[in-house]
């Protein structure tokens, strides 16, 4: 049928009213009929989340890279200190071999800060940085970061590490960072520690050989060695629970895998301030000792006796090295000749005033324990003991045939003929 004039009129008109009506039917509802949402607005954290993460995926680049100006374009440039501090952190990383630096953003928990510098917006997620030290980590380690970012028109940027929440520090917060590398890892220090870190190094290699040499090489056999650079750094990198000013070294964890009997994130960390003065075979000693802890960690369950973890440690850190018992264990010999001990040490004693005196009876429990049951034996005893909720008398006695009690008395019997031949 062909449209004539008046006939288009009349269909346009019978538009404009039907639209008329749908309007009107949408405006005058019935009572009790609900409005139908507006579009819903997307939230906040849905516009944040991606803006701040790509933030951080630029900066992980960029340092990655070594590409400064990137890096620094990633940090607001109000607050000149932190800005400062920030240039600083970049120089500092360039001679630590990075095989991964990353970011994780968890959009879920945001923190109050605690300063709110002049921006449009202020977010502060929760952010974890993952690094992995090349050479070293086979996983990566993951620490908390406690970033602020702050929003300037549509560029979101890093604006403080202080005030949001505890930022981990590692080395780099501290000073430059010289590298000294071998195959069995690596010895990480700051301006000034050189001569402490060039005697670590040239152990390092014999003393992950002789570590693994007893335990196997189920372990990473690659270890990191921290020169801190003052007690400030030590405490940061050992964590509040070490008295760092009576400790030559520590050997410390990110976190353990009971399962996979694996730990991520370990370190052995040097007080300077007491290495540097030890002799050669006292810092060899030392060394093994703690690479021991490193070896054994992931097979090392909360709880287990530090008698054993300790005198085990110090058993590998003394192997092959011929020193006379009575110089060894001075305090040890001083206190057989006068009072002998009558128990094992306990765990406090590792951390209070005797704790030369317990590290000390420690190994000639554990040098008493490797004459009865040979190395292997020793070795197989500190896996049983050591293991998850065990039962210590019943290992014992399925070792050698007696309980802690008896333990004791073979071991008294031990320091009598040790120290009195």
Excluded: K
Excluded at 90 to 113: C, K, M, Q, R
Excluded at 391 to 407: C, K, M, Q, S
């Amino acid at each position: 049928m062909a449209f004539t004039a008046s006939r288009v009129r009349a269909v346009l008109v019978a538009a404009i009213v039907a639209t008329f009506l749908a309007g009107l039917a949408q405006v005058v509802q019935p009572v009790g009929a609900s409005t139908p949402p507006p579009p819903a607005a997307p939230a906040a954290a849905d516009v944040r989340e991606p803006a701040v993460t790509a933030l951080l995926a630029r900066r992980a680049a960029a340092l990655r890279d070594r590409d400064e100006a990137a890096f620094l374009a990633t940090v607001d440039p109000a607050d000149p200190v932190f800005l400062g501090e920030q240039r600083d952190l970049f120089h500092n990383l360039a001679g630590v071999p990075l095989a991964e630096w990353g970011y994780e953003v968890d959009a879920t928990s945001p923190t109050t800060p605690t300063a709110r510098p002049a921006a449009d917006e202020l977010w502060a997620p929760a952010v974890r940085l993952r690094y992995r030290l090349s050479g070293v980590d086979a996983e990566a380690s993951t620490r908390p970061m406690g970033y602020l970012f702050a929003r300037h028109g549509d560029r979101w940027l890093l604006a403080s590490d202080t005030a949001a929440g505890e930022t981990w520090r590692g080395p780099w917060d501290f000073g430059p960072c010289h590298v000294l590398t071998s195959p069995a890892g690596l010895v990480l220090s700051h301006p000034g520690g050189e001569a402490l870190a060039a005697r670590v190094l040239a152990e390092l290699d014999s003393a992950v050989a002789v570590v693994t040499e007893v335990w196997g090489t189920a372990w990473p056999r690659q270890v990191a060695v921290l020169v801190p650079g003052g007690p400030e750094e030590m405490s940061a990198l050992v964590g509040p629970s070490f008295a760092v000013g009576s400790i030559a070294g520590v050997a410390v964890a990110e976190q353990i895998d009971p399962v996979a009997h694996t730990a991520r994130g370990q370190r052995v960390v040097l007080n300077p301030a007491s290495a540097t003065a030890l002799s050669p075979l006292s810092l060899r000693v030392l060394l093994r000792h703690e690479i021991t802890h490193v070896a054994v960690r992931g097979n090392t369950a909360d709880g287990a006796p530090m008698w054993l973890l300790e005198g085990f440690a110090d058993y590998v850190g003394f192997r092959g090295s011929d020193v006379p018992a009575a110089r060894a264990a001075p305090a040890l010999a001083a206190r057989v000749r006068t009072d002998p001990p009558t128990e094992l040490p306990s765990d406090a004693d590792f951390r209070g005033p005797a704790m030369d005196l317990a590290y000390q009876e420690a190994w000639s429990v554990n040098r008493y324990l490797a004459g009865l049951l040979g190395e292997q034996g020793l070795i197989a005893l500190y896996r049983a003991l050591a293991a998850e909720e065990s039962d210590v008398d019943g290992v014992l006695r399925a070792a050698i045939g007696t309980d802690r009690a008896g333990l004791t008395e073979g071991w008294r019997e031990f320091l009598r003929t040790e120290f009195f031949r």
